[in-house]
């Protein structure tokens, strides 16, 4: 395991993970617990004994839980409020929500195509622009992005879910740039496919990676201050690559 304690910042550091039961963002919290005040923000907060018992194991100074649907964008400001309230200035926020949605269903119920790119496009914009808000006037602050393969060159096979995150992280390229030079550091992870709860009952692509080691990633690249992860990290010429694959053929693409 990484040692991401951060010796700038002496007293707990809070650590936040929105979307508090992912199985990446729980991995990450480990990751990041030693000596920590970590909070984990999610849907049924009283059903997060195991994440909480898990991230207490791994050296947090303290593990809380709190309340939070992403979707309730009106909210994000006010939950952000009440977290820095009762446990200090956010010092790293994680955005490990998100939803792979029904691809089929997608393409004819339009209700359930916009949840989805609510959920992962308006969601995280909303939550990221209020984080980066604050943490610029603070000068200092750490912001985690889970981008996608998905959103690199996006699919026939899954162009609703590819679509949001091709947003996402488009969006959190430019909030990077525009964050630089404030103190605070924006890192995107652009996983591949991930065996886990997420792609449950699906074949695994080539070069699959487990939840542990995309944080195992996220956090070596978090403590070096790098701006973007690829997952593993042959993915990233992979993407390049997929640039030149003529549509007629990208278009059979699977998932
Ligand atoms: N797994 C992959 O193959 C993969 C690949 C590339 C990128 N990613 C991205 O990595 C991030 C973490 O994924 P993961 O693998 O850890 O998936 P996961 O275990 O399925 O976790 C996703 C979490 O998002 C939460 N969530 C969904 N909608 C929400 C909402 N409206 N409000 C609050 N929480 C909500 C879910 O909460 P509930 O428990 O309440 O449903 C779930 O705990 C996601 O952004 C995902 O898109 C995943």
Not at 11 to 40: K, M, N
Not at 80 to 106: C, K, N, S
Not at 132 to 158: E, T, W
Not at 179 to 190: C, F, P, Q
């Amino acid at each position: 395991m990484n040692d991401t304690t951060d010796t700038a910042h002496p007293v707990p550091r809070v650590v936040v993970i929105f979307g508090g039961r992912s199985e990446i963002g729980v991995e990450l919290a480990t990751r990041l617990a030693a000596g920590a005040t970590v909070v984990l923000a999610a849907r049924g907060a009283d059903r997060l004994a195991d994440e909480v018992a898990a991230v207490r194991a791994a050296g947090a100074a303290a593990v809380h839980t709190c309340e939070f649907d992403a979707d309730d964008v009106a909210e994000h400001a006010r939950l952000i409020d009440t977290i820095e309230t009762a446990h200090g200035p956010i010092d790293t926020a994680v955005l490990a929500f998100g939803v792979l949605g029904d691809q089929a269903r997608a393409e004819t119920d339009t209700a359930h195509a916009v949840a989805v790119v609510h959920t992962d496009y308006v969601a995280q914009v909303s939550l990221l622009t209020e984080l980066a808000r604050r943490m610029r006037a603070a000068g200092r602050g750490r912001l985690v992005v889970f981008s996608s393969i998905a959103g690199a060159r996006v699919r026939r096979a899954n162009y609703v879910y590819g679509s949001a995150k091709a947003g996402l992280d488009g969006f959190a390229c430019g909030l990077s740039d525009a964050l630089h030079g404030t103190g605070v550091h924006l890192l995107i992870v652009r996983p591949g496919f991930v065996i886990g709860q997420m792609t449950q009952g699906m074949d695994p692509a080539p070069f699959s990676s487990t939840p542990a080691q995309v944080a195992e990633a996220a956090a070596a690249a978090l403590a070096a201050g790098k701006s973007a992860v690829w997952v593993p990290w042959v993915i990233r010429p992979m993407i390049f690559v997929t640039r030149f694959v003529p549509g007629p053929i990208w278009r059979r693409m699977p998932r």
